[in-house]
């Protein structure tokens, strides 16, 4: 049977009640490049980006995530992908082109826990202007030209109040996602799971939080470096700049070392990270962490996310 | 139709003349692990391998390349390949499980270039004892125990004097290669191609050369660490050695931040790198880089490996 | 008038309940050299220290610091400090040549805070022995030999419960230290100071602990390593062993980016640390942190060692 | 003897033909903040330095440097010197206050190599305004600004067609300076010589060159930066600019990691670099170097500077 296949994470719609703020955060303080606004939003990437964007601003009334765009591995996929997800009673919803400036047609459809993905396969990869453009063939923008300057958008990390074993059923049934490593609580039952279509470790995290405000929630989007001395450098970008961050840290799940630092306007984390490893087994065998081994996996050495109040802020999703 | 699928670069069989020197470098400088001793074969990998071996080590007469190893997606993908390539007239060898150590049964055949590959999916992923091992589940040795210290096998980059054409034809065609990025020669010939099956820029590196003094050659085998530094780290290690080598550079194509030394046993050129990018589009528009670009391409910055008359010696493959 | 002047800080002199392990820890964890091994002394230094050491490790019934010794910057400036010190009512004892290996006759007094002060001038700089001496003529072993692998000892800091500012008193005019930072109270007391005889931010710091247990206490000697990233690379080395420690972070104060281990022989702490900046101006006007500047002054980013009990601990010095 | 005594270099007066270009290069490619631009000479100082300028740009008609400024360090070792100078048969000439903003009364003489030396003592350090001014307050201006950013200003690199045993003599005996490392020719002459009144490798570093087109000539200058790192990443800034440069290496000599750039608008090289070691040792043996050492001397590992044509160009001063 031929099975539709996600090939990657493209980007996340974030909706800003501060739209001057969080361009300022993504855009001078994190360093992201504007490809383009258009209609009042706003389209960013990274310098080592490929397509269009991995982030657009949009202003409105509260921080929150529109939607997480993910694109699929061949034109066919996003109608194979329709078609599946209706006939397991998934609710899809057809986009028109261009509704996202520069993306072809899409669907969204909402997760078991209630969080928007959206699927797409065309999408512009814009040739970026003279001055701006690398004098590398295979790189979209010149580096390090401002702030922090990461090379890439990485993953998501979304909090769910709904029973997550729903939503890793449906990520690995519904949409190809394999299980890489997961957190079991002492009643057996999986609490977090990292999760991915491609060598990442994980293209998205999901975490149980019974207690999350609201159904769907987004802890962190998270954009790579390509050494761990560029995260201690943002780390230095940032005090300057007079934002606070939690880390640098090494987490034991994902081998990722870490900074994690808010945008002022959305309230929306970004994880800074380096480091991390590839999975190229076919036959990977999820590493499962104990809540006995939860410190370690969540804090290897550094700054620990556990022991900040603020590390449980959330934004909808 | 149901198509076979390479899933990644497994290991490279090494002969070595001097394997007491080989061993040497391999362990104690480059500071890969050794898994087993088997029959004279010594398997080794690096702390962040988690196959039982990426590189072997066996005396013989001269240092040359037995087989460059891959493993498929499937277990069924390994008849699926000897079937494919026997139908298109590529003579397809048996070999039988345990042949190398760890390893399940495996087919052995040769590309136009006559590089031989095989292709095998069941491997044992050894459990390292207590003391060796990682405190880190999802890592397979305690990092940075000895000398450089990488953390991952990456990519082979083998030398023809046949048509590459053929070869470049071949790996997309009966196996499944995408070429990422490829330098043009003034006749319009592809005379270098990167090519790979993960997300990495290559897996795979084919150039040609029509001198070299036998049909397939091996140019050299890459090791990957997490950092920049650590590649200054490791040229600091191998001058107190007293081991020459070429680099540090960052090369334009692959953007690998670079350093090239030899195994004074066996010939086999190591590549000690970081950096490089990821490719998850599935639509990637492969690189070319024309004559006029090769030397931007060959060397972004720092010592070119084009200058030294040591980086043309090639060992036998 | 002749004014006798301190050239550098020298060495500690360490006591130890257990050798093994502290041998275990400073060797082969940290990755000093062993110099050599006299009357049950073992005599330690980094690969880029000059000196015979800059560490001693004797067995002893608890882990104590005997002495922290200083070399003075010309030969007649040990009677010079001599004369001074007894003039100034400071006891002043002389210890003849080779009671500690290496050294010439050196003279031994009390802070006002009670920790024992070495000076001396005369100290072997022994060639290492091939296979172990640098390639590089002006280091003095191979670098990246084992473990963490710092570069050179760098300074101690100091507890007491004593009236500090007798002590700051007794450093600036006494031994012609220069306060280069400091941190005051509401009561407009200096309760830490750092203190250089070198452009180092401090060659010792001083801080007043009031309720420490004895009136002489040490918080920690640190070593320092060229990269932050060598920090990073510490704490990967460092949980793979099952050592704990504080960090990584950045202080404020002398801008270090550290890491906090302790010796489990001795109970000695290490600080691991890169950065830092050098003072070459002479009329440095010392930096003031007031009891409201310390948190960033502690802790610029990262793990704080104000939060940790731990960091509490001292040792008798 | 009451002796006067040089504590640091404090700057370089540059003249360019293109001072449009120079301060392009300076302040944007390398990074460089400017402290104030008066009467067509711009003040520029890297974010750790401390004093008024460690760098001045004026127009002129070709690239040349005027004077190499150094701070003394007492105020009267101004006079000091200007009395030993004259009594040893050295021209000296008093430059009023302010005559370069920001600094007091200084004098000017020249070396047997006729190279022009500025001594001061009195010199400004200006408050750097809210918005630039770092929120560390050891710390001038917020780090990472803008371009390459090293930390602070570190030494210059001269060549002399005149006889350099004098100039090498003239700065030990005349000036404080110690000989720290040196190259002698097959004919038993230093014809390179590496010297310092601070802890540093050199402050100074002083070529024989009898084939320079005129007797005083400037090889380059040179910025630090606390991390190996820094300097790979510059190599990428310079790239992206279209700035070609020698490296990355590291000399044996000095144990520095550098990258050789040279400002387009005056022609005068910087060396951007890390690394290097202190020398606190007050009897410092001379490091000395042979011809045949030399070339490990020069390059340790990476990009000569020896094979580079380029390298050989230098400016008049």
């Not at 493209?10 to 994190?30: M, N, Q, Y």
């Not at 699929?72 to 919803?93: C, N, Q, S, W, Y």
């Amino acid at each position: 049977m031929f099975l539709p296949e996600i090939a990657k994470l493209g980007h996340v719609a974030l909706v800003t009640p501060d739209l001057e703020k969080s361009l300022w955060f993504f855009r001078d303080v994190i360093g992201l490049e504007v490809t383009e606004e258009v209609d009042e939003t706003i389209y960013l990437r990274a310098w080592g980006d490929f397509e269009h964007h991995s982030l657009s601003l949009t202003a409105g009334e509260k921080g929150y995530v529109d939607h997480i765009g993910w694109r699929t591995k061949r034109p066919e996929d996003v109608e194979g992908f329709a078609r599946l997800l209706t006939k397991a009673g998934t609710e899809v919803k057809w986009i028109e082109a261009e509704t996202e400036r520069g993306q072809g047609v899409a669907i969204r459809f909402q997760l078991p826990s209630q969080h928007t993905f959206e699927l797409y396969y065309d999408v512009e990869k814009p040739v970026v202007e003279e001055g701006r453009r690398s004098v590398l063939k295979n790189q979209t923008y010149k580096s390090w030209n401002r702030g922090v300057s990461p090379r890439r958008f990485d993953h998501v990390n979304i909090h769910t109040s709904t029973d997550a074993s729903l939503t890793y059923e449906f990520l690995e049934n519904q949409l190809g996602f394999k299980m890489r490593e997961f957190l079991k609580d002492d009643d057996n039952q999986t609490i977090a799971g990292w999760m991915s279509v491609t060598p990442l470790v994980h293209d998205v995290a999901v975490l149980s939080k019974p207690q999350a405000p609201t159904p769907a929630r987004l802890h962190h989007i998270a954009y790579w470096s390509d050494n761990m001395q560029d995260i201690l450098r943002a780390a230095d970008i940032l005090k300057e700049q007079g934002i606070n961050f939690i880390g640098p840290g090494k987490h034991g799940i994902s081998q990722a070392m870490y900074l994690y630092v808010m945008d002022p306007g959305s309230g929306c984390r970004v994880e800074l990270f380096s480091g991390g490893y590839l999975i190229f087994e076919p036959d990977w065998d999820p590493i499962e962490w104990t809540m006995e081994e939860r410190s370690v996996g969540n804090t290897y050495w550094g700054e620990s996310v556990q022991d900040k109040p603020e590390n449980n802020i959330t934004i909808e999703a």
